[in-house]
């Protein structure tokens, strides 16, 4: 086909396109007929002998037949074989030529042939469709007038063998293959439809071909007109033969012979499908069970009610039809019959007799009759809404309830109410803004006015703008007036929004307590002083200049009118003067004619009307006083404005007052309280005055608030008349209704979702009373004092509802149409409403809009059409730009309501992502205002300057440069460790989400049974295990830290001053003479823990047993309680023993005589740290510690011990020393941090690695509480194996110069030099858990490390110093996992603590070690696989391989591990200067710290001592506080034998000044609270190599005895 | 200046072929919107559910949102993966919950489950979703941009 040359023709040419289709459709049906004659045609040539067989097998009658017709009826037949499946197709020649090659084939076989012919041509028309089309197209041209001539042939000759075969019916009974013929063929029925379609199909081909005559082809015309002839010639031939036309409805039908079946044989057929059960009794045998005996049980003795009756005949087919089904016996008795229940008939009715045949029925049982009532709602049932399907819905939505005013609210209440009313009032005030909107458009009138003024004021004003004028003088005025009286109902709002506040501050502060949460603040608005002055006078002038005009413009008009008036009463005196005159004149003539006369009377009589009364002479105006009115404005101004310069007050309600609790009330409010928690409320919903439901019962709120947020849905079917509320208060048992409350129906549009919750006010008129503080309603109260100004109040509330249509499942509103809406549609507001004016649609119209806008003349300036200025204007400015190019996100700009500077400098929204990202200053911080301008700038300073800062370290703070230096890199590797773990840390397994309860099994459910029947035994508590909780929900409070303190050894005792005078201590002369056991000491414990203090009682002697558990509280910084903030709590817990020393002082009163004064002191003996990560990596701390004492105590002394040692000198000194057993842990307990689990690259081998993986794996699979280390973690983040930390390295130079002669003794000095570097744990330090070691020389350094980087140099130095030494791995009080150094020095085991620098021998009982894991050195590891840990009872003879398993053996020998550990230590020169300089400054500080924490008592500084002491530190620096001196104490006691001395020299690690100031506090000598008290301070900083300090602070009080 | 808190949860999923499914899941906003606070974009654990059909999650979301404009509100976007026995991912399904998860309520917390389609390479399958959506402050003018975006 050609495609369509233009649009217009699209139409046209489909049209063609379709009628040429159906004609090729009509030709190729008409050419296929044409083929297959064709092709028969031939046959007739080719295969004369066929033809003439197939005739034979036609009919005998037809073998006379000459030739023609013989083929005709032979091609007739074909085609009627053919046509039976379908009318309108045929066979193609195709499957002809098989039919007859088969025909051929099977001559022999007669006449069952045709009926395989019949059943082939079914499955071979489907290959013929494909065929005809390519056959028929070539042969149609050729053959045209031949199939069009043949076309028509074949009808007649059906028509012929049709007669023919009746014929023979009618002779006799035809052949079987001819009764076949007669039933099967379908004689062609095509005739009549040929002619209709192809008469038509004529008519339709001229128009085409007229149409199509430029379109087609010469060829297609040609065609074209072949089609024609072909088709007119059937046409002509068969429009000659009408009797073929009359007689072809016959044709369609086919008619047969009834088939007859008899009677006999229908009965027969149908018993064989039908069952008819005989109704023969069924013998009962059949009906039970086989070899059963039937079983009446009447006979039993047994009552069988009567059956119901049923006809034999009935119940026997019944049986019979039973008994045929399967299971059928199950539906009889034991007795054989059908089980039946007895019959239900009642033997007597129930009815009441009525006996009304004689007399009168009984009235109450007389029928009434009653006509029929429509129901009120009947004719309102919605349409469509009697199927259940079309229903529709109402959504009722009742939120909740606020009373106004209820009977219970108490005094406070009603106040309360009132100013949330008005508070409300305000806020919508302050929304609609109607005073500032006034005030703008006042000022633009007036604008507008003198711009006006201004531009005439040359001309002569025109009759047109004085109108105007006058009429923007009249806006003016009138704007004016609504702006004062606006701003006037402002300011009185305000005033009573005060005064309400002040009278419920008055009457809290009366009836002491609170009731409501109220709380009122004023925010004060400063305003610029001065420009808020000169707008106040500009206005007032403004005003007084315009009331001058209005008054003077009134005065003209008045004096206009007075003129006027004047004028006219003039006229009327000259009138009647001259009436007067007239009258006279007439009463003299009046006789003369009488009939005039009257007529003039009347006359007279009208006019003298008015002249009856002379208008009273007009008053002149008075002449306004236009000073007065300056002074009325000031005076109006000052009443309803602010005055100028004064702040702008805006009030704020909120609800955070506390409520004071029911406890603390008088009786009378308590009852109330009690009556309004017993009143409970429900709404019912009543729809078409019907109940349809009802909420929940929701009992009254002390803020007389009810939520019931319940939503009901409605289905209905009548149309909605009335939707009411009606609210119940409920009181026990008994409801009343308080109101009911009628809510509008909503309009269909209305759909539930989109509307907001409305508020409906209801109130109630009843009277209620109460005895108590509630007031009651419709009760008069007053609030005065004087009980003037009283009122009632009536119980009134707002209920909060909404009443919506409901949507259905596909979001198609459940509402009925709008025409059955009894309501009708709203009219219209106006012309002005936009919606009317331009129709819905047109609201998208910005033309229109606009349009609309500029005629109803919008005024830009109210508020109401702003959201449409801003529409217009966006929309215009939009259409004058129009951008070139896209923008995915149009009217971006227009609609931004801030801008983004506005939006970066919010500090809110700052203070929410800092937040966020976890900032150190920011994390964690708790709550962010929720306004603006509640956020502070000091918020941000400290941040601020951090970010300035920067890289800039601030020296002052660390006290020392180098320290500094170190804190600063100790920060960059602690932020490069942070991020290295960032990762590792968000990997969570299972356990850390899902924690599941262990499901007991069997097993673990027999022993708790088995315990249940156990004997209780309180006196054996057993320890349970505790829960652990995960740190994220916990607060602050929440957890406790547990010390128990248990009890202590050797305390030292105090010292009898035997050379002071007697009649310096009462009670210290008492205990010399008299018991000097009894008063050695008092000691008691104080622990203190993040400032909080707690102290035990006081116990006596140097071996107190106290026994006492402290609790307390621990918060953690910043709330933060997440498992990385408290690893990194570095607050210690300082347990101090003090002496509680008495002092009693006589007082000699001259008046009153003796009296006793007590003064109780307490001295610091000694103390405990234990840093709080110790204790939250352990979670329990359980045993016994030595306590720091300090070197010199004075006024005390040693208790010797009592027991000799073995003879060893340095064991014997080591036991000696005051100890103390605790048991610290935190309550709840909770869960330490993980260790990282993550894979660090390594330069290890990779066999070496696999290899102790084995190891450790198998030491903690085989002793799970042994600490195995073979690989560890260095400063860079690698694994490296543990051996390569151990190397020789040589002390500093300066120490082993002390002892030249023997370097053993150095020893000590080498273990102090090692404790003094200050010790730090690396998850405080890198506030994640890992274990970092670093090498000694990084260690040097950093000055700060773990107890493994202590062990680790400790065990190098005493390798270089020729000792046999090994690191232990093992667990430590209070440490937990650490190392420790062994030593074997002749023979002997030593046991070195590297953090303390103390040494303890294998068999020492207060070895804070607890248990050997592993022993390190630079060749080996081995692991303890002995039967026990203790160090007491563990053989350290690594040689023993059935003692210690080494890591490396014959099997896998030491690969040659080179030490990762530098060659040699450098060391940095002592700077003395340094360290003087220091001394100098720790001194000062800790001065005025002393001084600070003494705010009330003088503090005074004894110089004398303090120089003494000084001279004394550093010599016990160099005996390393040793042994006391006792001659030091004697010095002090000769040189200040006056002062009563307490005092001791502390020694510290020297890291900061945080921690030595806290040593300081924690000592207590400031709270010493004598009046004459001295203080002594006396700093000494001992410098070692490296910059490693030894700090001494000698501390002593001194009272004047 | 506005602000929009987005809480809720992904629940589950339920109707895919396989059931070891887990999650990824995104927040698209428009240039106006700046997240305060919280996570825009993560993946669930793998849910392989031994009884019943849908794999539940239960994925919290809680975002915090500053908007200076109303373009661009916030919409989710879902991709449902499954993980076979080797550990392989294959993206069984995604789609986008839009606009309609921020229902402009004037300010009333409201909590709704939505159930999304999601559309498959393969099979159409479902994943339910759910999130409540608290419009927590929005001042004056934002009500008025909000009025004017429905009544047109």
């Known amino acids: 086909m050609e495609a369509p040359e233009d649009g217009e023709e699209d139409e046209r040419e489909a049209l063609k396109r379709h009628l040429r289709a159906e004609r090729q459709k009509r030709k190729k049906r008409l050419l296929e007929q044409s083929s297959i004659q064709k092709s028969r045609d031939a046959d007739d040539v080719k295969d004369v002998t066929s033809i003439q067989q197939y005739s034979a097998d036609e009919g005998p009658s037809e073998k006379a037949d000459d030739s023609v017709v013989l083929s005709k009826s032979r091609t007739g037949s074909q085609k009627g074989l053919t046509s039976r499946t379908q009318h309108t197709h045929h066979l193609d020649d195709f499957v002809k030529r098989r039919l007859e090659e088969k025909l051929k084939a099977a001559r022999s076989k007669g006449e069952s042939l045709q009926d395989k012919e019949a059943s082939l041509e079914f499955p071979s028309r489907l290959h013929s469709l494909r065929d005809r089309d390519t056959v028929t197209r070539f042969d149609r041209e050729a ?212 006996f009304h045949m004689e007399e009168a029925l009984d009235p109450a049982l007389q029928t009434v009759y009653r006509k029929a009532v429509k ?55 302050q929304r609609n803004n109607l005073t ?25 004003p025109t009759q047109a703008l004085q109108q105007r004028i006058s009429e923007y003088n009249l806006e003016v005025r009138n704007t004016r007036h609504l702006r004062d009286s606006e701003q006037e109902k402002d300011r009185t709002l305000l005033k009573n929004i005060v005064k309400v506040w002040k009278e419920i501050k008055a009457l809290r502060e009366f009836q002491k307590f609170t009731n409501t949460p109220y709380k009122l603040y004023l925010r004060r608005e400063n305003v610029d002083r001065v420009s808020d002055e000169q707008d106040y006078e500009d206005e007032i002038l403004a005003e007084v200049v315009e009331l001058e005009a209005e008054t003077e413009e009134e005065y003209q008009n008045k004096l206009a009118e007075y003129k006027k008036r004047l004028e006219e009463w003039k006229l009327c005196r000259k009138k009647q003067k001259a009436k007067k005159k007239k009258q006279k004149k007439k ?98 919903i009543l729809y078409n005055d019907k109940e349809v439901s009802r909420t929940d019962s929701r009992s009254l709120n002390t803020d007389f608030r009810v939520h019931f947020g319940q939503i009901f849905n409605l289905k209905i079917v009548n149309c909605p008349q009335s939707i009411s509320l009606q609210v119940f208060e409920e009181i026990g048992s008994s409801c009343s209704l308080l109101a009911q409350v009628f809510l509008p129906v909503p309009e269909p549009s209305v759909v539930t979702g989109s509307v907001p919750l409305e508020e409906f006010e209801f109130s109630s008129n009843q009277r209620v009373m109460f005895d108590h503080e509630g007031v009651g309603s419709d009760v008069p109260l007053s609030f005065e004092a004087d009980g003037s100004n009283k009122q009632s109040l009536l119980t009134s509330g707002k209920v909060s509802c909404c009443v919506s249509w409901g949507i259905g499942d596909d979001d198609v509103p459940l509402a009925p149409p709008i025409s059955q809406q009894p309501g009708g549609v709203h009219s219209g507001k106006g012309h002005l409403d936009a919606v009317s004016y331009i129709g819905a649609s047109g609201l998208y119209d910005m033309k229109k809009i606009g349009e609309w ?53 919010s500090g809110r929204f700052r203070l929410l992502k800092l937040r966020n990202q976890e900032v150190a200053e920011f994390r964690n911080y708790k709550f962010i205002p929720a306004l603006e301008r509640e956020v502070t700038d000091t918020v941000f300073q400290e941040y601020e300057k951090r970010l300035k800062e920067g890289e800039v370290i601030d020296t002052k703070e660390h006290l020392d440069s180098h320290r500094a230096l170190v804190a600063k890199y100790l920060q960059k590797i602690r932020e490069s460790v942070i991020n290295r773990f960032l990762l590792a840390k968000h990997h969570y397994l299972l356990s850390d989400l899902v924690t599941e309860e262990e499901i007991p099994t069997i097993g673990i459910l027999g022993i708790n049974l088995f315990k249940l029947a156990e004997p209780k035994r309180p006196l054996k508590p057993q320890r349970k295990e505790r829960k652990k909780v995960t740190a994220q929900n916990l607060s602050d409070g929440d957890i406790k830290l547990l010390v128990n303190i248990i009890r202590a050894y050797d305390i030292p005792v105090r010292r009898l001053q035997s050379n002071k005078p007697g009649q310096s201590s009462h009670s210290a002369l008492q205990g010399s003479i008299g018991l000097p056991d009894q008063i050695q000491v008092r000691p008691f414990v104080e622990v203190s823990f993040q400032r909080t203090v707690l102290q035990t009682a006081t116990a006596d002697g140097p071996n107190p047993c106290w026994n006492e558990e402290l609790q307390l509280p621990f918060s953690a910084p910043n709330g933060d309680y997440s498992t990385a903030s408290l690893q990194s709590v570095k607050d210690e817990v300082f347990i101090n023993i003090f002496d509680e020393v008495v002092h009693e002082t006589v007082m000699n009163d001259k008046n009153r005589g003796k009296s006793i004064q007590t003064h109780i002191e307490k001295r610091w003996l000694g103390s405990v740290k234990i840093p709080f990560s110790t204790i939250y990596s352990q979670s329990k701390i359980d045993g016994t510690f030595k306590v720091n004492t300090p070197a010199v105590l004075l006024g005390y002394s040693k208790e010797k011990s009592h027991f000799t040692n073995s003879g060893f000198d340095i064991l014997r000194s080591l036991s000696e020393g005051t100890f103390i057993t605790l048991f610290i842990t935190v309550d709840p307990q909770l869960v330490p941090g993980e260790s990282v689990r993550e894979k660090f690259d390594t330069q290890e081998d990779e066999r070496l690695l696999q290899a102790s993986e084995r190891f450790e794996r198998d030491a903690a699979q085989r002793y799970p509480d042994r600490p195995c280390i073979t690989t560890v973690i260095d400063l860079s983040g690698k694994t490296v194996f543990i051996t390569r930390y151990i190397r020789p390295l040589s002390p500093p130079k300066e120490l082993l110069d002390e002892f030249p002669n023997n370097p053993l003794e150095a020893t000590p000095l080498v273990a102090r030099f090692v404790s003094l570097i200050p010790s730090l744990p690396d998850q405080v330090s890198f506030s994640a858990t890992c274990d970092l070691w670093s090498t000694c020389d990084q260690f040097l350094t950093l000055l700060a490390g773990d107890e493994e980087e202590h062990a680790v140099l400790l065990c190098n130095y005493f390798l270089s110093l020729g000792k046999k030494a090994w690191l232990i791995i093992g667990t430590a009080i209070p440490e937990g996992p650490t190392a420790y150094v062994l030593t074997l020095e002749q023979n002997l085991y030593l046991i070195w603590n590297p953090c303390s620098g103390q040494f303890y021998g294998q068999y020492d009982t207060f070895c804070p070690l607890q248990a050997v894991g592993c022993l390190v050195n630079a060749d080996n590891v081995w692991f303890n696989i002995q039967q026990y840990t203790s160090p007491m009872r563990v053989s350290f003879d690594i040689t023993k391989a059935n003692l210690w398993k080494p890591f490396f053996s014959r099997t896998f020998s030491h690969p040659g591990l080179s030490s990762i550990q530098p060659e040699e230590l450098v060391y940095r020169r002592t700077d003395r200067a340094a360290a003087a300089e220091l001394q100098d400054r720790i001194e000062r500080i800790l001065k005025e710290k002393i001084m600070e924490w003494r705010p009330r008592q003088p503090t005074r500084w004894n110089r004398y001592c303090t120089t003494t002491l000084k001279q004394f530190l550093p010599k016990l620096e160099l005996i390393r506080g040793q042994d006391v001196a006792e001659g030091h104490r004697h010095e002090l006691q000769s040189l200040l034998g006056d002062y009563r001395i307490s005092g001791f020299p502390l020694n510290l690690v020297f890291s900061e000044i945080r921690p030595i100031i806290e040593a300081v506090y924690s000592t207590g000598i400031h709270s010493v609270q004598a009046s004459n008290v001295e203080f002594a301070l006396a700093v000494y900083v001992h410098p070692y190599p490296n910059n490693v300090m030894s700090v001494w602070i000698y501390l002593a009080s001194l009272v004047l005895t | 200046m506005a602000e929009l808190h987005i809480i809720g949860q992904i629940i589950g999923a339920s109707g895919f072929p396989e059931k070891t499914l887990f999650c990824k899941w995104g927040i698209h906003t428009g240039e106006a919107w700046r997240l305060l606070s919280g996570l825009k974009e993560g993946q669930t654990q793998v849910d392989s559910p031994q009884i019943g059909d849908i794999a539940y999650w239960s994925h919290p979301i809680d975002l915090h949102y500053a908007t200076k404009g109303l373009q661009g509100w916030p919409k989710i976007h879902l991709e449902v993966w499954h993980q076979d026995s080797f550990g392989r991912c294959q993206l069984y399904g995604y789609g986008f919950l839009g606009d309609d998860f921020d229902e402009k309520e004037g300010g009333r917390e409201t909590e709704k489950q939505s159930e999304i389609l999601l559309t498959a390479a393969r099979h159409l399958n479902s994943a339910q979703f759910t999130c409540s959506c608290v419009i927590q402050r929005i001042m004056r003018h934002v009500y008025r941009a909000v009025n004017i975006h429905t009544s047109i």
């Open chain 1, 436 to 460: 500032g909107h006034l005030t703008d458009k006042l000022n633009g009138l007036r604008n507008a006015l003198r711009n006006m003024l201004e531009s005439h004021s040359g001309l002569n």
């Open chain 1, 587 to 684: 009463k003299k003539g009046q006789a003369q004619d009488d009939t005039e006369g009257e007529d003039e009377e009347q006359d007279v009589s009208e006019s003298e009307g008015p002249t009856d009364e002379p208008p009273p002479k007009p008053e002149p105006p008075e002449r306004p006083d236009l000073g007065s009115i300056e002074q009325w404005v000031r005076e109006k101004a000052l009443r309803i404005r602010r005055k100028p310069g004064e702040a702008i007050l805006i009030p704020e309600l909120s609800a955070s007052a506390n409520i004071t609790a029911s406890e603390l009330c008088p009786r009378a409010e308590k009852a109330r309280r009690e009556d309004v928690a017993r009143r409970s409320l429900f709404t019912k």
């Open chain 1, 853 to 905: 806008a500029k005629q109803s003349r919008l005024d830009p300036n109210d508020p109401k059409n702003a959201s449409i200025m801003q529409l217009l204007k966006v929309a215009s400015s939009g259409e004058v730009t129009a951008p070139e190019y896209f923008r995915l996100e149009h009217l971006q700009e227009e609609f931004n309501f801030v801008t983004d500077e506005e939006l970066e400098k």
């Open chain 1, 375 to 429: 129901s009120k709602y009947a004719n309102l049932y919605i349409a469509g809404a009697a199927d259940p399907e079309g229903d529709y819905q109402l959504d009722v939505d009742v939120s909740g309830l606020i009373f106004s005013h209820h009977p219970l609210f108490s005094r406070e209440h009603i106040l309360g109410a009132r100013l949330a009313q008005m508070y409300d009032q305000y806020l919508t005030r």
């Open chain 1, 143 to 354: 053959d045209a007038d031949r199939a069009g001539r043949r076309d028509s042939p074949p009808p007649l000759s059906t028509r012929v063998r049709f007669r023919e075969a009746a014929r023979q019916v009618g002779k006799g009974l035809p052949t079987a293959e001819e009764a076949f013929n007669f039933f099967t063929l379908n004689f062609d029925p095509d005739p009549p439809d040929v002619i209709e379609t192809s008469s038509r199909r004529r008519q339709k081909q001229r128009k085409t071909t007229d149409e199509d005559e430029e379109h087609e082809d010469v060829d297609e015309d040609i065609q074209e007109e072949n089609e024609t002839q072909s088709e007119e010639a059937p046409l002509v031939q068969t429009q000659e033969d009408l009797f073929v036309i009359d007689q072809s409805p016959q044709d369609f039908l086919e008619i047969r012979k009834a088939e007859y079946v008899g009677y006999q044989k229908l009965l027969q057929l149908q018993s064989e499908l039908l069952f008819t059960p005989s109704f023969r009794t069924v013998p009962t045998s059949i009906k039970l069970p086989e070899n059963m005996k039937p079983r009446y049980l009447e006979d039993e003795g047994l009552y069988v009610g009567e059956r119901p009756p049923v006809s034999l005949t009935n119940e026997n087919i019944l049986e019979n039809r039973i008994l045929k089904m399967e299971e059928g016996k199950k539906w009889f008795g034991d007795d054989g019959r059908i089980i039946a229940l007895p019959n239900p008939i009642k033997e007597s009715s129930t009815r009441p007799p009525l």
